[in-house]
T-cell receptor
Framework: LAKTTQPISMDSYEGQEVNITCSHNNIATNDYITWYQQFPSQGPRFIIQGYKTKVTNEVASLFIPADRKSSTLSLPRVSLSDTAVYYCLPTEGGKLIFGQGTELSVKP | NAGVMQNPRHLVRRRGQEARLRCSPMKGHSHVYWYRQLPEEGLKFMVYLQKENIIDESGMPKERFSAEFPKEGPSILRIQQVVRGDSAAYFC?????????????FGPGTRLTVL
């Protein structure tokens, strides 16, 4: 299974755009790239998933270059409620392998 | 459509007792996954089940832990003879299929405290 590397923590201010980059050099051909968000004392919540190029939904955008060795989660205009841990996972079905995640702290 | 349900939300057991954690997947989902999150750590996969079958139990401790997902009723994670190191949050997730775009929906978790 592909190993992922993300920044351990990031700080931002309300209203800013936040980009979190994840590297997954050994991603398999069949893997999708999925991002989850976890608030303290809650289960993870699916944010977005993609295979390549760009995916956008009502919450975020996901940018995946052609070589698929990395991906960038973009959160537009963050608010205090976006303070959470964000996990990047290559997924092909079955179990999810969570790394350490990125702890995003949004300040007023 | 109700989300993934887990009960109890909090469970306190003394060393040596048994803990039974229940998970009801979302309607229409036949794939269930259990994860454990120790304090200040990330989530670790434990077991993946489909109705009446264990698909992947590579994350389950070899002893004292078992899981089932019967044809009728919730999935059960059972921990026998609990020890203090079992204290953690146990999350259940479900998905409609186990392949491809496998979005998993997580429950609120059961927080087990072993005294």
């Amino acid at each position: 299974l592909a190993k992922t590397t993300q920044p351990i923590s990031m700080d931002s201010y309300e209203g800013q755009e936040v980009n979190i980059t994840c590297s997954h050099n050994n991603i398999a051909t069949n893997d999708y790239i999925t991002w989850y968000q976890q608030f303290p004392s809650q289960g993870p919540r699916f944010i977005i998933q993609g295979y390549k190029t760009k995916v956008t939904n009502e919450v975020a955008s996901l940018f995946i270059p052609a070589d698929r060795k990395s991906s960038t989660l973009s959160l537009p205009r963050v608010s205090l409620s976006d303070t959470a841990v964000y996990y990047c996972l290559p997924t092909e079905g079955g179990k999810l392998i969570f790394g350490q995640g990125t702890e995003l702290s949004v300040k007023p | 459509n109700a989300g993934v349900m887990q009960n109890p939300r909090h469970l306190v057991r003394r060393r040596g007792q048994e803990a039974r954690l229940r998970c009801s997947p979302m309607k229409g989902h036949s794939h269930v996954y259990w994860y454990r999150q120790l304090p200040e750590e990330g989530l670790k996969f434990m077991v993946y089940l489909q109705k009446e079958n264990i698909i992947d139990e590579s994350g389950m401790p070899k002893e004292r832990f078992s899981a089932e997902f019967p044809k009728e009723g919730p999935s059960i994670l059972r921990i026998q003879q609990v020890v203090r190191g079992d204290s953690a949050a146990y999350f259940c997730a479900s998905s409609p299929s186990g392949t491809g775009r496998n979005e998993q929906f997580f429950g609120p978790g059961t927080r087990l405290t072993v005294l």
